[in-house]
């Protein structure tokens, strides 16, 4: 099987178990390898045959847009579910990372969660 990937996608987002981060938006940053067979598109050279990485990127855009989650897990979650409900996909790896400030920038990290969904054969 082979391996599309999207690196890098910032989308902003209510998220947070805080008060304060109810009332804000803040960044969440999403990498994901998508199990997909490209043998046709590229056979063809057919963008039609190909996952449609715009639409992916939408995809996660929308989710995390309407969902207001408290944790990065919750989000990963629920993009991996559309996903693979949406897209010709069959197994996917899936970063969420959430920039975290500190009132000193010694406090400052990034907290990530990665999980894997679906079935990767071959």
Known sequence: MDTISITGLSVPAVIGVHDWEREITQALVF???MATDVRRA???DDLAAALDYSAVAQTIASVVR???FRLIETA???VAERLLADHPVDWLRLEVRKPIGGPAADRAYTAA???ERGV???
């Open 120 to 122: 990767r054969t071959r």
């Open 42 to 44: 590229a056979r063809d």
């Open 76 to 78: 990963a979650e629920r």
């Open 66 to 68: 309407d969902g207001r």
């Open 31 to 33: 990498s994901v390898d």
């Open 113 to 115: 969660v990665t999980i």
